[in-house]
């Protein structure tokens, strides 16, 4: 299949990566290519802009940061919807607004295209094992044509619904992972203050009721002090501020997001952005 991928940070590299093994043709856009260059190296075709790499795409890719991000790529004239084919699959794997997922299917059906919003959870080692799991809002025809591609880097695959379903359900996603996170700091931060080894407390209750994915993947991150990211704090600032603005649209008051929400813009304004999201427990100290 010739697909086209916009935008190649930490996980969209990976997705790539399993796209070329499988055989795929594709042809890739970002900001910055120096950050691509190994899968150019690798056999992904490099396009100047987004327009150029979807002209002869059967598939589109997007990852990109920020909703603001999304609109430009899809709807600039240089964009998506400006050059890509008609009959061409568009999948935004980005985790944005649902309203704007809507309106870009909209747009797409006019033209002749397909629409998913796709958003994906599981961080760099998720897109690197390839296990992500992805939440897809479109047609359910084109999730059924298109389920063996999402195989290629997902482990939990699973239709949401029509367009927009995707990132509501992304963001329960990240209104679960919002408190979460508190919840292992604190924890962690509980263990050392009682004189305990962090690490075989660990061993203890990352495998009982209160096992979670943050559990085992982030605190043995924060226990070594590595702030690398697998998800920046800044986009998951941006994710849990598109969750309150749904929810307040929704009438819903939701405390524990929004105090995770303000710490988290608290280590921001302390010049944590670029850091991953285990920086929390910097919070602590």
């Not at 589109?60 to 084919?85: C, N, Q, W």
């Not at 389920?147 to 679960?176: D, R, S, W």
């Amino acid at each position: 299949m010739k697909i086209a991928f916009i935008g190649t940070g930490v996980m969209g590299n990976s997705i790539v990566r399993h796209l070329l093994q499988a055989g795929h043709k594709v042809t890739i856009h970002t900001r910055t290519r120096i950050k691509a260059e190994n899968l150019i190296k690798e056999g992904a075709a490099w396009a100047d802009t987004s327009g150029q790499a979807v002209k002869e795409a059967e598939t589109v890719f997007t990852m990109v940061g920020y909703p603001e991000d999304v609109e430009e790529v899809y709807f600039s004239d240089l964009g998506i919807l400006r050059h890509a084919k008609e009959g061409a699959a568009l999948i935004d794997l980005t985790t944005s607004q649902p309203l704007l997922a809507q309106r870009i299917a909209e747009e797409a059906k006019n033209r002749g295209m397909h629409a998913m919003d796709a958003p994906v959870s599981g961080g760099d080692i998720g897109a690197r094992n390839g296990t992500l799991s992805i939440m897809i809002g479109g047609e359910k025809s084109e999730f059924d044509r298109l389920y063996p591609v999402f195989e290629l880097f997902g482990g939990n695959i699973v239709y949401q619904g029509p367009a927009g379903a995707g990132q509501h359900t992304k963001m329960c996603n990240q209104i679960t992972i919002a408190s979460t996170m508190i919840g292992v700091c604190e924890s962690l931060v509980y263990a050392r203050k009682a004189g305990l080894d962090p690490e075989t407390v660990l061993r203890s209750i990352s495998t009982g009721a209160a096992g979670s994915w943050s559990l085992s993947n982030l605190v043995p991150r924060m226990i070594e002090e590595d702030f690398q990211p697998g998800f920046y704090i800044k986009h998951f600032i941006k994710d849990m501020k598109i969750a309150a603005d749904e929810a307040e649209r929704l009438g819903l008051k939701l405390p524990g997001l929004r105090l995770s929400l303000s710490m988290y813009e608290e280590l921001a304004e302390k010049g944590y952005s670029e850091n991953g999201t285990q920086a929390l427990i910097r919070h602590y100290d």
